[in-house]
Nanobody, 119 residues
Framework: QVQLVESGGGLVQAGGSLRLSCAASGSIFSIYDMGWYRQAPGKQRELVAAITSGGTTNYADSVKGRFTISRDNAKDTVYLQMNSLKPEDTAVYFC?????????????WGQGTQVTVSS
């Protein structure tokens, strides 16, 4: 079992920056592929950025060049640095941990943190 706790959300003006953190506990963090998802009101949850256990990253087209995902395995934490924020980035941001092995598959979610970007 993995517990994920997000922090760092808040209200920011367009063009501003925020850094989200997701602290994991309860298992071996380094084996998990980590991701940040977001869900705006009335919309489906979408992948924003992901980083594999090996450090490979990928991003949604809408955030490329503005957001950076990183992980610190020594601190069991994954980060999402968000720059040049736009009102359309407003959403609840969720942290996700996935592990897919030959015998077991795990999928965990945090409770979410609200990001609001004002115009």
């Amino acid at each position: 079992q993995v517990q994920l706790v997000e922090s760092g959300g808040g209200l920011v003006q367009a063009g501003g920056s925020l850094r989200l953190s997701c602290a994991a506990s309860g298992s071996i963090f380094s084996i998990y592929d980590m991701g940040w998802y977001r869900q705006a009101p009335g919309k489906q949850r979408e992948l924003v950025a992901a980083i594999t256990s090996g450090g490979t990253t990928n991003y949604a087209d809408s955030v490329k060049g503005r957001f950076t995902i990183s992980r610190d395995n020594a601190k069991d934490t994954v980060y999402l640095q968000m720059n040049s924020l736009k009102p359309e980035d407003t959403a609840v941001y969720f942290c996700n941990a996935k592990y897919s092995g030959s015998r077991y598959q795990f999928d965990y979610w945090g409770q979410g943190t609200q990001v609001t970007v004002s115009s």
